[in-house]
Every structure is written in structure tokens, then in C-alpha cells.
């Protein structure tokens, strides 16, 4: 198992822009899934891309993965209020323990 | 929807008391995680387990053991707890392969004075 590195460590936007939030890691995977956590809602799954997939969407959600740079990005277009949280990836590879990082702290100012 | 549930969302205990922490998950899943989590230091794995009765250490299992009895439940237990416990517990859930979606509870943020 490994740690994603996210980048950036914290990010302020204003509500409407869009956030990019990236992350490295550094050997091959199997998938690479995204996480968010608020107070509100607590620690939530957003979205999982599997290592032959180079994109994938969810509503307001665009993620990336490259696998040659071993990167991985996630687009929020139009971003909210709501949207403050952090954020976290978690890249994985046969086996059931899941390393999450310290995560991107997103503020989306109103 | 997953539902996963933990028992308390605040605790206050002593220094040396034996504390339970309790998890429960509505949708048959195979494996079960108990994380704590720390401001500067992401969501470290204390134990997981796969099975029940079935169990291993993640990251961090000093000063902590575990239980589980029976599937839906996954217990973590402060046999002493110290003031260095003091953390937000997480307790997740995924179905049974590898590389699938956990589903969190809502956390247990415990004090230890």
C-alpha cells in the first residue's frame, strides 16, 4: 500500500471558479480513488478510476489519471460553498489497507 | 444507501479506564477498518478486519485491541487509555475485494483527561 501526496496542501477559491487539486504517487496501482471530508457530511467517497481509464466524470467532478507520471487530478467546475472540505486520494494495489495523506484543504469563499 | 454507525460522536474519558468504541454496518460487507485521525497527520490504520473473528494490525495498533463477533459489528477497544489517545476515531466499511469504495461513520471524537 502507499500514500498519495496531495498538492496543493490548502486552496482558496472564489464560489463559481473551478479547483484543481492534484496527486503523486509513487508506484503502479490498480485504482486510485478521491475522498472528501467536512464536518457535516464526514469523510465521503467521490469518485474511483481504475489504472486503464485516463478520465472520468461524476456531476460537478473531473478526474484525471496518468499513469506514466504516476499523477492524478481532480476538477471541481463551478465550485460551491459546499464544496469546502478536504480532499483527499488514495491510490491502491492489492490489498485492503488504504493509506490516506493529510489531504488539500479546500475554502470556496462565498 | 451504506449506513455506518458508530456509537458515540463524543466521548470523555479518564486516564486508565478501558473504553469501547462500537461500529455497525447495514450492508453485509466483508471488511471493516477502524482509523484515528490527527491534524497534520492524515488518517493513520489502527486494525482491520476481513472476516469474522479475523483481524490485523494496521499502522498503529499499540495500546488498542479489537473485536469482532459478528460481521455487521467491529468494536475498538483503549484497554488503559492515555491523554495520547485523545483523537477523532473513524470506523469504515467496504464490501470484500480489494481496491473498493470504504464507507465511513461519522467519527468518535474522544478526550482522554
Known amino acids: 500500500s502507499q500514500q498519495g501526496e496531495e498538492d496543493p496542501q490548502a486552496l482558496s477559491i472564489q464560489e463559481g471558479e473551478n479547483a484543481t487539486m492534484n496527486c503523486s504517487y509513487k508506484?503502479?496501482?490498480?485504482?486510485l480513488q478521491w475522498y472528501r471530508q467536512n464536518s457535516g457530511r464526514g469523510l465521503v467517497h467521490l469518485i474511483l478510476i481504475r489504472s486503464n481509464e485516463r478520465e472520468k466524470h461524476s456531476g460537478r467532478l473531473r478526474v484525471t489519471l496518468d499513469t506514466s507520471k504516476k499523477s492524478s487530478s481532480l476538477l471541481i467546475t463551478a465550485s460551491r460553498a459546499a464544496d469546502t472540505a478536504s480532499y483527499f486520494c488514495v491510490p491502491t494495489s492489492g490489498t485492503y489497507k488504504y493509506i490516506f495523506g493529510t489531504g488539500t484543504r479546500l475554502k470556496v469563499l462565498a | 444507501d451504506v449506513k455506518v454507525t458508530q456509537s458515540s460522536r463524543y466521548l470523555v474519558k479518564r486516564t486508565g479506564e478501558k473504553v469501547f468504541l462500537e461500529c455497525v454496518q447495514d450492508?453485509?460487507?466483508?471488511?471493516m477498518f477502524w482509523y484515528r485521525q490527527d491534524p497534520g497527520l492524515g488518517l493513520r490504520l489502527i486494525y482491520f478486519s476481513y472476516d469474522v473473528k479475523m483481524k490485523e494490525k494496521g499502522d498503529i495498533p499499540e495500546g488498542y485491541s479489537v473485536s469482532r463477533e459478528k460481521k455487521e459489528r467491529f468494536s475498538l477497544i483503549l484497554e488503559s487509555a492515555s491523554t495520547n489517545q485523545t483523537s477523532m476515531y473513524l470506523c469504515a466499511s467496504s464490501p470484500g475485494r480489494f481496491q473498493e469504495t470504504q464507507y465511513f461513520g461519522p467519527g468518535t471524537r474522544l478526550l482522554v483527561l
Open positions: 508506484t503502479s496501482i490498480n485504482n
Open positions: 450492508m453485509d460487507h466483508e471488511n
